[in-house]
C-alpha cells in the first residue's frame, strides 16, 4: 500500500490499557501510533466507573442528608436533589480525566495519536480513514459496549444504556431496569436516592447471581428496604411505550405480566467491540461472544497481536484491563513471565454500602472440591459500622480447611471496598489465615474484626 505510515506498535483504544501501553513502549524508544475512534479514556472515564462514581457520591450525601435527624443534625427546609448540578459535578470528574489522557498521549514523544475506527486490513496493517499504517506489534484494547437484547418492540422504544444514562438531567419519574446485577443495582440505587420510583426487572431468581445467596439476599433486603421494586424470576420479553411511557411484559410466576414505567434501563451485559475491527483480515480468532482470543500472556493466535482489557473476555474491570497492561509490558520490556492465570479475581459492587470481593465465593469454592470453613459477621455488630450508622451488611471469609489457604471474600459493609484488601493481599501473599489472626489491627475499623471473624470458622453448611 503507497503511503503506509510504519511504527513499531500500533496501539487500538485509548481506555484502560492502551494510553499506559503508549508511555511504556514509547518511553521505551520505540514508535507508537494509538488509535481512538470516539472519546479518549474508553468506557471508565466516559460511561463507567468515574462518572457512575461520581454519581453514587451524590447520591451517597442525598441519602445522608435525609436522614441527618438520625446523627443529631437538624436541616431547615426541604432537601432536594438537583440534577443539573449533579450531571455537572460528575461531567467535571470525567472530563478532567478525559482531557488527562488525551493530554497525556500527545505530548508523549515518538506517539502519533490517531482519532478515528481502526480496522484491520491484513495481520499488521490497519487502517484509519484515509491513513494506512503497519507495526510488527498490534495491541487491541477496544473494550465493549453494553448488549442490547433482541427484544420484541425495543426497536419502537426510546431505551437507555450505561453510555445514554450520561446524559440525564433529570430523575426519571419512574425507571424500569432490565437486569439485577452490578451495573443495573448500582444505577436503581442511585437513581432511588435521586428521587425515581424504580423496578429492577431480573430473570433469575435471585440479583448478583454469582455471589452466594446470602450476599444477594442481602443486598436485596438493602435496596428494597430503600424502597426499590425488585421483580425476580421475571424475564423480559417484549417492550412497547409512547408519549412517555414504558411497557415491559415479563414472563413470571408471581406479580403483574407487565412493568410500567416512564424510562427504560438496559442492564442486561456487555458485548465486545470486535464485529467492526476486521479480525478476519487479519485472521484474529474470538470466540462464540466475540471475545478476542488470547493466550495467558494476553497474546492472540496470530504472532505479534495481543488483546488487552474487556474485549479479550479475562476481566471486565478497569484493573483487570490495567493489569493486562502490567503483563504485557512486563513480559516484553522487562523480560518477564507474568501471566493472566497468576491474578485473583477481585472486583466492587458500589451500591451502598458497598460490597468489596476477592477470589472464590462459597459456593465457588466447594464446587471445586474445597474442604470449606466459613466466617460471617454482620455489620450491626461491628464497632464502626454502629457509630457511623451504617449497619446493613455483612463480612464473609472462605477458607481451605486443610491447608489454611484464604479462598476468598465478600465485605458487604461499609468501606467494604477498602477493607477487602486486607484479605487480597494476604491471598496473593499465600498467608495462612492464622497468620492474620495475630495481626494488630487499628481500633475503630471494620478491618479490625478480620482476624475475629477468622477465629470463628466453622465448616460450610451449603
Ligand atoms: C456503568 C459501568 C460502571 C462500571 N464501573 C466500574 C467500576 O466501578 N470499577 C471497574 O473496575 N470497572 C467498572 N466498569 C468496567 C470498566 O469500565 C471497563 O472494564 C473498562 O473500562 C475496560 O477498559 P478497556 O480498556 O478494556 O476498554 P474501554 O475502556 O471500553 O476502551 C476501549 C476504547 O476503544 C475504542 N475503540 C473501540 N473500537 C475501536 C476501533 N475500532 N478503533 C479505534 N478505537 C476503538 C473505544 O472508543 C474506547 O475508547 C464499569 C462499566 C460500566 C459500563
Known sequence: MDNLARYDAIIIGTGQAGPALAKRLSGAGMSVAIVERHLFGGTCVNTGCIPTKAMVASAYAARVTQRAREYGIAIGGEI?????AVKARKDAISSRSRTGVETM???LAHCAVYHGHARFQSAHEIVVGDAALSA???FINVGGRASVPPLPGLDRVAYLTNSSMMTLDVAPPHLVIVGGSYVGLEFGQMFRRFGSKVT???MAPRLVQREDADISAAIHEILTREGIDVRLNAKCIRVAGENGRV???????????AVEGTHLLLAVGRTPNTDDLGLEAAGVRCDGHGYVDVDDQLET????VWALGDCNGKGAFTHTAYNDFEIVAANLLDRGSRRVSDRIAAYALYIDPPL???GLTESAARERGHSVLVGTRPMSRIGRAIEKGETDGLMKVVVDASSHEILGASILGTGGDEVIHCLLDAMYAKAPYPLLQRAMHIHPTVAEFIPTVLGELSPSKL
Open 356 to 358: 468489596g470481593r476477592a
Open 80 to 84: 432536594a436533589v438537583d440534577m443539573r
Open 136 to 138: 510488527d506489534r498490534i
Open 301 to 304: 493466535n496470530v504472532p505479534g
Open 105 to 107: 498521549l500527545r505530548g
Open 200 to 202: 429492577i426487572i431480573e
Open 247 to 257: 411497557t415491559a411484559r415479563v414472563d413470571c410466576t408471581e406479580g403483574s405480566p
